[in-house]
C-alpha cells in the first residue's frame, strides 16, 4: 500500500469516527444524577472479579468486608484507569504536534482526547461519590510512567493504550447490565464502553498499518515494550492500599493477589480479546514473552 493510500484510508476510518463521536456522545456532570444516594448492600464489582477471591484472606472477610473491599478495588481500577489516560493523552498530543491539524486524523485523536478527560473527570468523581481514596499506581509506578510518553510511539503506543482500554472495557461490559452492582458503577461503566469503542477501533488500525512498516530490529524493540508497558498496567490494577479498608495488611493483600489463580483467570478474561488481536498482528513474541507471562495476559506454559 502506498503512502498516500494509507492516509487516504487511515482519514476515512477518522472521518467517520468523528460522525459517530458527533452523534452519540456524553457528558457525565449531565448524564449521570451525582447526587442519587448509593444502594444499600449492593456490589460495587461481582465477587468473582475481586482480587481476593477464593483465598483464605477472603475466606476470613464478613459479607459485608467483601463488598467494602470490591468498593476499594474498584475506585483502585478507576484510578488507575485515569492516570492511564493522562499517560495516553500526553502520547495522543505528541502524535498530533507532529500532525496536519486538517487532517481528519489528526481532528479525531483531539476528539479522542476530549473523551479522555471527561473520562478521567468521571472516573475521579465516582472515586469522590462513593467514598474512597484516589488509589492510583504506587509511587514509584508513576514515577516511572512518566517515561512512557517519552520512549512509546508506534505499534507498541498504540497497542499499550488497546491493552489499557479493552481490558477495562471487558471487565465493564460484564458489570454494566449487572443488576447487583452500584447503578452509578453501572452507569460509568455503560458510558466508557460506548465511547471506548472508537477509540478502540482507531488504535487497532494504527496499530496494523504500523506493523507493516517496522524492520526486525525495530519489531524486537516494539514487542519488548508493549510487554513491559502491559506488564506495569495488570499490575497496577489493584493497589496494595486497597487491603487496609478491610483490616489486611497490605504487602498480606497484594502478594494473595499476585499469587491466586481466580485472579489471574480474570485478568486473563480480560485481556483474551486483546490479546487474539496482538497476537494477529505480531506484537506478543521474543524478546516480550517473560513479562507477557508475569503479566497473567498469556498462559505460563
Known amino acids: 500500500m502506498t503512502r498516500t493510500l494509507d ?42 472479579r475481586s482480587s481476593l477471591y477464593g483465598t483464605e484472606l477472603w475466606a476470613g472477610l464478613t459479607p459485608e468486608q467483601r463488598i467494602e473491599l470490591g468498593k ?28 496536519d491539524p486538517t487532517s481528519k486524523h489528526a481532528q479525531y485523536a483531539l476528539t479522542e482526547i476530549a473523551d479522555e478527560c471527561r473520562h478521567s473527570t468521571m472516573f475521579a468523581r465516582m472515586t469522590e461519590r462513593i467514598g474512597c481514596p484516589a488509589y492510583g499506581p504506587v509511587r514509584w509506578r508513576r ?25 477495562l472495557d471487558r471487565l465493564q461490559r460484564e458489570q454494566m447490565t449487572d443488576p447487583e452492582i452500584q447503578p452509578l458503577v453501572r452507569m460509568v461503566n455503560r458510558i466508557h464502553v ?12 494504527a496499530v496494523t498499518r504500523g506493523m507493516a512498516k ?44 499476585m499469587a491466586n489463580p481466580h485472579w489471574h483467570v480474570t485478568v486473563h478474561y ?5 490479546m487474539q488481536f496482538l497476537g494477529e498482528a505480531g506484537l506478543v513474541g521474543a524478546p516480550g514473552m517473560y513479562w507477557w507471562r508475569r503479566s497473567f495476559l498469556v498462559n505460563d506454559r
Not at 463521536?21 to 457528558?27: E, I, L, M, T
Not at 517519552?150 to 479493552?166: D, M
Request: glycine share 8%; no cysteine.
Open 72 to 99: 476499594h478495588e474498584v475506585a483502585s481500577v478507576a484510578t488507575n484507569g485515569l492516570w492511564f489516560e493522562i499517560l495516553l493523552m500526553q502520547m495522543l498530543l505528541k502524535e498530533v504536534y507532529d500532525a
Open 270 to 274: 480480560a485481556g483474551e480479546r486483546i
Open 143 to 167: 514515577r516511572l510512567g512518566k517515561i512512557l510518553p517519552v520512549i512509546g510511539y508506534g505499534p507498541a503506543l498504540y497497542g499499550s493504550i488497546l491493552v489499557a482500554e479493552e481490558i
Open 7 to 48: 492516509e487516504a484510508g487511515r482519514d476515512k476510518t477518522a472521518e467517520r469516527l468523528l460522525k459517530s463521536s458527533a452523534n452519540k456522545s456524553y457528558d457525565p456532570d449531565v448524564d449521570i444524577d451525582w447526587n442519587a444516594p448509593l444502594a444499600e448492600g449492593k456490589r460495587y464489582i461481582p465477587e468473582h
Open 214 to 257: 517496522l524492520s526486525r530490529k525495530e519489531l524486537g524493540y516494539q514487542r519488548l515494550l508493549i510487554a513491559l508497558v502491559s506488564h506495569e498496567i495488570t499490575r497496577s490494577l489493584v493497589n496494595p492500599a486497597v487491603y487496609k479498608a478491610v483490616g489486611i495488611r497490605p504487602r498480606d493483600g497484594y502478594l494473595a493477589a
Open 194 to 205: 460506548l465511547e471506548e469503542a472508537r477509540h478502540v477501533t482507531f488504535a487497532r488500525e
